[in-house]
């Protein structure tokens, strides 16, 4: 082992208790070995980023916003004796683009009512019931506000933990041998840094923002709005944005989007914007990379993304885990801190089902920590980190699994965590040929579903979309004992 000549690890901090840090939580608590497995949460309840907020009084974002290093967020006292709110990246009418019954966590399905693709008080009224069995170990309305590596002759735990109670605000610190980074990646947003932007934000103030501001579509009512992104929620927020605002709504992509959020009507594609042109010579007016300049837009809104940022960290290990924010460096399988794996990151990775995901991550961490699972060397754990270097860049797509990786990592992480005794601990979940079935087929799935309109309010379940594993399975055997029995040879 790398790390465990210093002890045993027997105090654990986990930072957030949103659904990876919950899920973390158990599979800790279900090894038996640690005596104390303690929750930060700056909310007032479980469910992280699912906790809505209608307040739209938070600090507003740099235009352009591509620095990584933000200051903690602050809450807002709403009320003199309300809980403090955050800023969240939920909107009124979200649902989900994952369908529920690859979503969820193992062990616990969503209730039987639940439409397809659940709403967001539906997935957040479910992750508060996922985590009951842990709120013992949760301090609500805690800020983590700075976190300390410690040396081994300093001390003899490894890290420090000062938080803020947001209630008294008293401020305490806390020792601990392990630390669980579970706080998410939606705090910090993007928006890229396009030649003239800067100049046209400032002639032009409150006309460019970022989808975490958005809300609902009425803002853009009767608007010329121009839509940056083709992620999943950049493309519902288009669908919604469209029913109010002037036709055609414009939706800049660099590329072909990887879902549909079905037709939609009065929306024109176009590329990705080159140029926000000088507010002095033309009248709020873009230039795309077509050549086209478009005039006279009311709003812009980017649905590009965020950057990871750990603010509570102590500057110089930010700065050596954090630098344009696209990714987090220095990490083994996207968890596992290589220069000091008592330090760890849940759900990382993009383009994945996070629930499931963070359970396989979690359950590999407690059993390392636990000392029933061994970590290669630092040199072998550097050699995986400059292999997906190479082949993913150093970019956003270094944390971009998709399928069929993430379906390969999560069972991979799965056949790892099975390697322990199957008597000790909690086992996570392994996809089975259903699920990856299921996984593929997520993106059409989708578009099927948002073609429904209002009737997919009422639809439940894959099979009422025409999306039957059971009978797809039938059809393929049938065609492949056709085929043997004409004689035509099929590979197995």
Same mark, same amino acid.
């Given at each position: 082992?790398?790390?465990?000549? /210093? ?96 979503? /969820? ?14 709403? /967001? ?17 949760? &301090? ?80 853009? /009512? ?155 060397? &630092? ?114």
């Amino acid at each position: 082992m790398v790390f465990l000549s /210093r002890g045993d690890i027997k105090r654990v901090a986990i930072i957030g208790a949103g659904p990876a840090g919950v899920a973390t939580a158990k599979y800790l608590i279900a090894e038996d070995f640690f005596d104390v497995v303690d929750m930060y949460e700056q909310r007032a309840y479980f469910g992280g980023a699912w906790n809505y907020s209608t307040e739209t009084s938070f600090g507003k974002t740099d235009i352009p916003q591509i620095n990584p290093k933000q200051p903690l967020q602050s809450p807002i006292q709403v009320g003199h004796e309300e809980e403090p709110k955050f800023a969240s990246p939920m909107y009124d009418q979200l649902q989900t683009n994952i369908p529920n019954n690859i979503m /969820r966590h193992s062990g616990k399905s969503f209730p039987a009512d639940s439409q397809l693709f659940p709403r /967001r008080e539906t997935v957040l009224q479910y992750l508060r019931d996922y985590a009951k069995s842990v709120k013992s170990c949760v &301090k609500f309305q805690h800020q983590v506000l700075d976190i300390q590596r410690q040396s081994s002759e300093a001390a003899d735990t490894l890290w420090l933990v000062r938080s803020q109670n947001l209630k008294t605000k008293k401020e305490t610190a806390d020792q601990y041998d392990a630390i669980v980074i579970a706080s998410g990646h939606y705090t910090v947003p993007y928006i890229p840094d396009i030649d003239g932007i800067k100049r046209w934000s400032e002639a032009y103030p409150e006309i460019i923002s970022h989808s975490m501001h958005y809300k609902n579509p009425e803002t853009y /009512r009767g608007k010329k709005v121009v839509v940056v992104g083709n992620s999943a929620s950049g493309l519902d927020i288009s669908t919604q944005i469209s029913t109010t605002s002037k036709k055609p709504l414009l939706v800049s992509q660099r590329s072909k989007p990887d879902w549909s959020s079905g037709d939609v009507p009065h929306k024109q594609d176009v590329p990705e914007i080159v140029e926000f042109l000088p507010p002095e010579i033309h009248q709020r007016a873009v230039r795309f990379k077509s050549g086209h300049v478009e005039t006279g837009i009311e709003a812009v809104l980017f649905c590009t993304g965020y950057l990871y940022s750990y603010p509570f960290l102590s500057r110089p290990l930010h700065s050596e885990l954090i630098e344009d924010g696209f990714r987090v460096q220095h990490l083994y399988q996207h968890i596992f801190y290589i220069e000091d794996p008592t330090l760890v990151f849940l759900a990382l990775p993009m383009k994945v089902i996070p629930f499931p995901l963070s359970e396989v991550q979690a359950a590999v961490v407690a059993r390392v920590w636990s000392r029933r699972l061994e970590l290669p060397s &630092k040199v072998d754990m550097y050699k995986w980190e400059n292999t997906l270097v190479a082949t993913n860049g150093t970019g956003k797509g270094f944390h971009t699994l998709g399928f069929p990786r993430d379906f390969d990592y999560m069972n991979y992480l799965h056949d790892l965590a099975a390697q322990t005794a199957q008597n000790i601990g909690r086992m996570p979940p392994r996809w089975n040929a259903k699920e990856a079935w299921a996984r593929e087929r997520v993106p059409a799935i989708k578009h099927a579903f948002a073609e429904k309109g209002e009737e997919r309010h009422r639809i439940r379940t894959m099979e009422q979309l025409g999306y039957d594993y059971e009978a797809w399975l039938g059809v393929r055997r049938e065609r492949r004992t056709s085929e043997i029995q004409n004689g035509i040879h099929v590979l197995a």
